[in-house]
């Protein structure tokens, strides 16, 4: 059984900087790609970046030149470096990983910016 867990939130000032990580574990192979997605209070879960198999990344426009995404190094780790954080990056942040076989999420971790 696939299990996400992510780790790294918690409560900053706007303007500063947290370093989200996410592993996965119970798959002996790598996954396809793992993703960030986030969710804020009374809003639909929207995406925030990817690492694909490649090495490619995308990010969502509000994001770009701010979060970097990157693979662990630990196999199945997904870290997201935030920097500049402003108020509405306020949210709870979910890992997602995916294979060919399935898709997973975790449970999620809140960051919560401070104007």
């Known amino acids: 059984q696939v299990q996400l867990v992510e780790s790294g939130g918690g409560l900053v000032q706007a303007g500063g900087s947290l370093r989200l990580s996410c592993t996965a574990s119970g798959s002996a192979f790598r996954a396809d790609s793992m993703h960030w997605y986030r969710q804020a209070l009374g809003k639909e879960r929207e995406f925030v970046a990817n690492?694909?198999?490649?090495?490619?990344?995308n990010y969502d426009y509000s994001v770009k030149g701010r979060f970097t995404i990157s693979r662990g190094d630990a196999e199945n780790t997904v870290i997201l470096q935030m920097n500049s954080l402003k108020s509405e990056d306020t949210a709870a942040y979910y890992c997602?990983?995916?294979?060919?076989?399935?898709?997973?999420w975790g449970r999620g971790t809140q960051v919560t910016v401070s104007s």
């Open positions: 997602k990983a995916t294979w060919h076989w399935g898709t997973y």
């Open positions: 690492i694909l198999s490649d090495g490619s990344t």
